[in-house]
């Protein structure tokens, strides 16, 4: 693997530009969510790219109000580690940022898996 070398302003604008590739439509329609960049995941999972935590919106019923936001993470480390250059860097934070925004619509890993998303 590569190793891109890339600022945090500069990750965070990839990520950004990524989040700006979501479909109007779809980006309205994204409700209670924030997308935060992080320099390294959690140990046991130090290949991790992104990850989406909270209540996906298929899941949400009459109860959901009042609740913190879901938390989309992009994490910078493991990401600039896989990618060998700075296209292969877009890229993938591209389909890092779908694939975790895909979850908080309700899909899951298999579904993702099989829409080419995994």
């Known amino acids: 693997m ?3 070398e890339m600022t945090r302003d ?3 604008a990839l ?3 990524a989040l700006d590739q979501i479909p109007p439509r779809l980006a309205a329609m994204m409700d209670n969510v924030a997308v935060f960049v992080e320099d390294e995941p ?5 290949d991790l790219l992104g990850l989406y935590e909270g209540i996906p919106l298929t899941e949400r019923g009459e109860w959901y109000a009042g609740v913190l936001p879901d938390r989309i993470m992009v994490y910078m480390g493991p990401t600039l580690r896989h990618c060998a250059t700075r296209a292969e860097a877009v890229d993938e934070v591209r389909t890092t940022v779908i694939h975790e ?3 908080h619509f309700g899909f899951d890993d298999d ?3 099989e829409l080419g998303w995994s």
């Open 111 to 113: 579904e993702l898996h």
């Open 101 to 103: 925004v895909a979850h």
């Open 42 to 46: 959690d140990p046991a999972t130090p």
């Open 10 to 12: 500069e990750f965070e």
């Open 15 to 17: 990520v950004s530009d």
């Open 2 to 4: 590569g190793r891109v």
